[in-house]
């Protein structure tokens, strides 16, 4: 059972970055909570919890417009992408996401949302400590893109002001489902 | 002495002091800047983190060659076309005859830093090709003309109405000037360039030999974008930000944005190893992996840890030159600290000569590196460098070897100066107008007349009546100390007689040396060396004290360092090191002797100014506290007392008196903030600067040595 504390950290750190956090607690609560946030066309790519629980089905099911296919015509009108996290750190609130497949890149770069589903047990607590699992994906796989994703993007670049939303997504939302996956190495 | 180039440089600095919002956003920025990173670095300990870096990254440098050759094996076996650039032309003719090849019209970047130190953008513009800076900052000076003068926020020095007409003109319409709005014209005008990009340009913060990928840290979403839409990535390395592992990689990462803009993380870290998948193919991915002057840097034993820089830009953050006068005058392309050394290197000793003088000296820098790097001693290597090269001067070069060298023609010249001035001083100890072509260096301060009796002379007039001295110490005076201050070494007297210590004079001191250093002349500083450790080491003393910081660190690092390749003095450097203290930390430490002034003040308010060179260059800046507060001072403490009060020495005097003015106008304006009536100093070249400065503003605050305090205490009792 991961420390309690630990997930406590990492929704306060995550927040203090801009994330919104939601804790929904099953893939029936998330889709509803995602039907409310979601009138735009939402990009959903191939990830591994999401397959098991045929999220597009449900998805679909609840209204919402989903987008399976051709991602680099339809990611820069989508209004959100979803994925899954493969694991979360927790002294910096950051969302770790194996990201070689396109679809998930470009789901997470190009529309203005961005949210994810996370498993509160894939939780560690520092970037020295991420270095395991991270080690794991490059041993896995000959070719890695893998995210660190820390709240939206990001810049202070005019006079120092801080301004959320530049290139990439403006609003981060990080849904924690308990028992969703309890493997580092998928998402 | 190259004089055109000195003086457009010197036309700089006069632009630069004359746009007061720009140093009101550098001084803005340095004090938010230090408030969130200290914030980021709650519960961490920075020393251990940054004695990581540097053990890690100066491994890399003696290793560089098996760590380049991992990196290059693993990239390539991951599907990453290497190409290793010896210099500048050659990383622009493969990255454009690549673009060539591909007809592409428009490449996309992301920050780059080598790809300014390079001028690729000019290189692609010759070659036809567009370059699309991505990165807001970038863009932003990219549409002004203009060159970075941060390393992380390359426009700070631009306002939102320049930005928002910069915008308009790409738009074609007028944008509000307001920065929210600003940022939504930038992601929109921005986006499809990404889309219509052959090519995709990116730097690398860190490059890993253990899987022979990258890593990318960003705010944005740019390098994201830029390194996933196109079919080409080009990744600009330099050769040094090679690490070994995956948890070297992550240590850097850890540190690297706390120290620049004290976040904890920026909004993305993207770590890429090999040719990944493109629309439906795999990306064609080239590591271009530059030299550019990086090996020779490694060869060079005095500059070589500039190598482990992993580009924070804290060095500039913190220094009161940069927060003066802003990057494109304290920089070249690389700005800063930092900047000037790797100018040097990457750019040419000729872009770095000017630079390398405008250092104040005041060690921020190596306060705040992660990685550790002593910036200050190599700029002053560098200077000495450019001494040799190009002379120090045909008057520092009289003064110093002529004249300094010569101990008794020096003392006779200083003394025959106490005579000379009566005109203007009319006979007081402070000189407030200087005539004709002399009066701009006492337009902003006054300064402290020769003293008629130096401290050499009276100090053996002065009785000292001890049965049984704890201990025989010699003092070090200094030249300010000697003649200027004298009164300051008989203070000190009867403070060390009040706590049973005989004090002596050893008439063949001379001048520490460090001005000869910090002109860039070795050779003078060299004699000096020798010929104190010689006069100080001859009656054996228990302890050598000072009461000059800088001084302190001449007898405690410097001769120690001139001198060990001289048997017959070196010991005695590494002794007299050993035994050397500040007059502060010996009344404490070695005496106890905190009690004898206790309650003897009477509550008065003191703030403290922390010298550059105890604080940051001997560690002290408790015990002078510690001895105020016990003597029953008011202490308060004033903001930023440990900036630098623009002293640096012959900096104020005649290298660089406006920059010096300037920053003394911010000690004086916090002096004030503070209500305190008094400010305490352990350092007389401080005490010249400051009390001229209150002087000249009029100010009835008084600037005093923490020794001149301690002995009116002791008087007072009696």
Excluded at chain 2, 488 to 508: C, Q, R, S, W
Excluded at chain 2, 572 to 596: C, P, Q, W, Y
Aim: negative net charge; glycine residues 8%; aromatic residues 6%.
């Amino acid at each position: 059972m991961r420390d309690q504390q630990l997930i406590d950290r990492f929704v306060e750190v995550a927040k203090g970055a801009g994330a919104v956090i939601e804790p929904v607690e099953s893939i029936v609560a998330a889709v509803e909570y995602l039907a409310h946030q979601v009138s735009g066309t939402l990009l959903l790519p191939s990830f591994a919890s999401g397959e098991r629980y045929d999220i597009a089905g449900a998805l679909r099911a609840a209204g919402i417009n989903v987008v399976t296919e051709d991602f680099r015509g339809a990611a820069d009108q989508a209004e959100a992408g979803l994925t899954g996290v493969n694991f979360a750190i927790a002294d910096t609130g950051s969302l770790a996401l194996e990201s070689t497949d396109e679809d998930i890149r470009l789901a997470t770069t190009l529309p203005v949302k961005h949210f994810v589903l996370l498993d509160p047990e894939k939780i560690v607590a520092d970037g020295l400590e991420a270095i395991k699992p991270m080690r794991q994906m490059h041993e896995r796989s000959p070719r890695n893109y893998i995210a660190y994703i820390t709240g939206p993007s990001r810049t202070a670049d005019i006079e120092r002001v801080l301004t959320i939303g530049v290139h990439g997504p403006k609003e981060l939302y990080i849904l924690l489902i308990p028992g969703l996956s309890d493997d580092f190495l998928e998402m | 002495m190259n004089k055109q180039r000195s003086k457009e440089y010197r036309e700089r600095i006069g632009k630069a002091l004359a746009t007061p919002k720009l140093q009101d956003a550098l001084h803005k920025f340095g004090d938010a800047y230090l408030l969130s990173r200290e914030k980021a670095y709650t519960g961490l300990n920075f020393e251990e983190m940054r004695g990581k870096i540097s053990e890690m990254k100066t491994g890399v440098r003696e290793n560089h060659t098996e760590l380049l050759d991992q990196f290059i094996t693993n990239a390539e076996s991951a599907g990453a076309i290497i190409y290793r650039a010896k210099d500048a032309d050659d990383a622009n003719r493969y990255i454009t005859e690549l673009a060539k090849r591909k007809n592409a019209s428009l490449v996309v970047k992301s920050k780059s830093m080598v790809s300014e130190e390079i001028h690729l953008n000019h290189a692609l513009e010759d070659a036809g090709i567009d370059a699309l800076e991505t990165d807001l900052g970038e863009w932003i000076i990219q549409l002004a003309g203009q060159k970075p003068s941060h390393m992380v926020m390359p426009a700070i020095h631009m306002f939102k109405e320049e930005v928002a007409e910069l915008f308009g003109k790409e738009t074609g319409k007028e944008e509000p000037a307001e920065i929210e709005h600003l940022v939504e014209v930038a992601r929109g005008q921005l986006r499809q360039g990404y889309f219509n990009a052959e090519i995709g340009i990116t730097g690398a913060n860190v490059a890993i030999a253990e899987t022979g990928g990258i890593a990318l840290v960003t705010n944005e979403g740019n390098a994201r974008l830029a390194s996933t839409l196109p079919k080409v990535h080009v990744a600009l390395i330099g050769i040094e930000k090679l690490v070994p592992t995956l948890d070297d990689a992550a240590r850097v990462v850890q540190i690297l944005p706390k120290n620049a803009t004290g976040q904890l993380l920026t909004s993305y870290v993207t770590w890429i190893r090999g040719a990944v998948p493109c629309d439906g193919e795999e990306k064609e991915l080239h590591y271009v992996l530059l030299d550019n002057g990086r090996s020779e840097l490694a060869e060079s034993k005095h500059c070589q840890d500039a190598l482990n820089c992993i580009r924070c830009g804290a060095c500039a953050n913190v220094c009161p030159v940069y927060q003066t006068v802003g990057g494109h005058v304290f920089g070249h392309v690389y700005i800063g600290a930092i900047g000037i050394i790797l100018t040097a290197f990457y750019h040419g000793l000729d872009n770095a000569a000017e630079l390398v003088k405008a250092c104040i000296g005041c060690r921020s820098c190596v306060s705040v590196c992660p990685s550790n790097i002593d910036l200050e001693e190599i700029i002053l290597h560098l200077r000495e460098t450019v001494g040799d090269e190009e002379g120090i001067g045909a008057g520092k070069a009289l003064v110093f070897r002529k004249v300094m060298q010569n101990r008794k023609l020096f003392h006779s010249m200083i003394r025959a100066a106490s005579l000379l001035q009566k005109p203007v001083t009319r006979g007081e100890r402070t000189i407030r107008h200087l005539p004709l072509f002399f009066s701009p260096l006492t337009e902003w301060r006054t300064l402290p007349a020769v003293a008629n009796t130096p401290l050499r002379d009276s100090f053996d007039k002065k009785v000292q009546k001890i049965d049984k001295p704890r201990y025989r110490v010699a003092l070090f005076g200094g030249c300010a100390n000697d003649f200027l201050y004298p009164e300051l070494g008989l203070d000190l007297i009867e403070v060390m007689n009040a706590l049973d210590v005989e004090v002596f004079y050893p008439k063949d001191q001379n001048c520490c040396g460090i001005p000869a250093i910090y002109s860039g002349d070795k050779e003078t500083a060299l004699e000096l060396a020798r010929q104190n450790v010689i006069a100080l080491m001859d009656e054996e003393p228990d302890f050598v004290l000072t009461t000059c910081p800088t001084c302190a660190m001449a007898l405690k690092q410097n001769f120690v360092e001139h001198l060990k390749d001289l048997p017959e003095l070196s010991d005695r450097a590494e002794k007299l090191s050993s035994i050397t203290v500040d007059a502060a930390s010996f009344v404490l430490n070695e005496l106890g002797g905190a009690g004898l002034f206790a309650d003897a003040a009477d509550g008065k308010k003191v703030t403290y100014h922390d010298s550059c060179h105890l604080k940051r260059g001997v560690g002290v800046w408790k015990e002078p506290r510690q001895l105020l507060e016990t003597a029953g001072f008011d202490l308060v403490e004033m903001a930023h007392s440990d900036r630098c009060c623009g002293f640096g020495g012959s900096y104020s005097l005649t290298s660089h008196p406006h920059i010096s003015k300037k920053i003394l106008e911010d000690k004086v304006d916090d002096i004030r903030a503070s209500e305190a009536g008094c400010v305490a100093m352990d350092c007389p070249g401080c005490m010249m600067q400051i009390r001229g400065g209150l002087e000249k503003a009029d100010m009835p605050v008084q600037a005093r040595h923490t020794i001149e305090l301690l002995a009116e205490v002791l008087r007072k009792k009696k």
